[in-house]
């Protein structure tokens, strides 16, 4: 015959020794159910979230930012994380001294709520003089969501090396990645390499505030665009979004970006006319191979709504299409 009363103690004791050990992994954060809340004011305290995060990779954690915290490295998100501001505040996390992706994700992130008076903000720190890769990358299986309350801001992709090609002022999306952008903004992202000003050449710089990759026609990036705005970023080739994998727009906007790199508060990024003569699409540039030593991209974007306005390039202010890339506009 069972006793319930001893296989209840038993229980007990099992929940206490995994609230325990939650306990030990979270240090004095606040938690609830299965530890999965996280108050992070200091980079050692975000970086304790995302490695418990990443060490349980099915169980959505959310990190609530309540102030400005000033980051030292990249950090790879693995697992499942919401990452917003705490309520009634503007969070924000910030560049500092290094030049990888601030985030590169394999698992998922969503960022931003659903609040209008709550922000966070992933800034690169261009205004303080840093600079460094695309602030967030979203690498092969990885998924990155941005809702309302989120912006990605003042980030500088920037080379001085011929062999180097910056992809990506705000965010990369690399082949098998997906970025869905329901709500939030993109704004002051520059992508740009000092070293090639003509965009014919190899490595010129792409993307300043999205940049989507694409290795075949099998094997792409995925934006989704359904709300939101990009706006005053600028690149060599698509000041707004540079796109060869594939792109659907919704909705949203993709307003005042700029394929000449001309400063919006970043250091010394304004070019001069010769400089800029060959520089293509200022809100958007599509591309269906990069070379012609190059296979056939994805490239396929479709725009079913939003919004495309007062963007500048020497060639393709709004949209520009090259190398076999296909749009189809229906609204």
């Not at 009363?5 to 306990?23: D, E, F, W, Y």
């Not at 975000?46 to 309540?66: D, M």
């Amino acid at each position: 015959m069972w006793n319930y009363r001893r296989i209840n103690k038993l229980a007990l004791t099992a929940l206490a020794g995994i609230v325990l050990v939650g306990s030990c992994l979270l240090g004095e954060n606040k938690t609830v159910s299965a530890k999965e809340i996280y108050v992070c004011s200091t980079e050692e305290e975000l970086s304790r979230a995302i490695t418990y995060s990443n060490q349980h990779k099915e169980t959505w954690v959310s990190i609530k930012i309540p102030r400005m915290i000033e980051i030292s490295k990249g950090y790879e998100i693995e697992g499942k994380v919401r990452m917003f501001a705490l309520e009634d505040s503007h969070g924000k996390i910030r560049r500092k001294g290094f030049e990888v992706s601030m985030f590169s994700i394999t698992g998922r992130l969503q960022l931003g709520s659903a609040s209008e008076e709550t922000w966070i903000e992933i800034d690169g720190g261009a205004r303080q003089g840093e600079r460094g890769n695309a602030a967030v990358e979203v690498k092969n299986g990885g998924k990155l969501e941005m809702l309302q309350g989120c912006r990605i801001q003042y980030n500088y992709n920037k080379s001085e090396d011929k062999e180097v090609f910056p992809r990506g002022g705000g965010v990369l999306v690399k082949s098998g990645g997906t970025f869905i952008m329901n709500e939030g903004q993109i704004h002051d992202c520059w992508s740009k390499n000092t070293k090639i000003l003509d965009v014919r050449e190899k490595n010129a710089a792409v993307g300043g505030g999205v940049a989507v990759e694409s290795e075949d026609e099998s094997h792409y990036g995925t934006f989704l665009m359904y709300g939101g705005r990009i706006y005053h970023c600028a690149s060599q080739q698509g000041g707004g979004i540079f796109s060869c994998g594939k792109f659907l727009m919704d909705g949203g906007e993709i307003c005042e970006n700029y394929a000449d790199v001309k400063s919006h508060g970043s250091e010394g990024c304004r070019v001069s006319y010769e400089e800029c003569a060959y520089n293509t699409g200022g809100g958007i540039k599509l591309q269906g191979y990069l070379d012609e030593s190059s296979p056939r991209l994805y490239a396929r974007t479709e725009i079913t709504g939003g919004n495309i306005c007062h963007n500048e390039a020497y060639n393709g202010g709004g949209i520009r299409i090259t190398n076999g890339a296909r749009l189809k506009i229906t609204g």
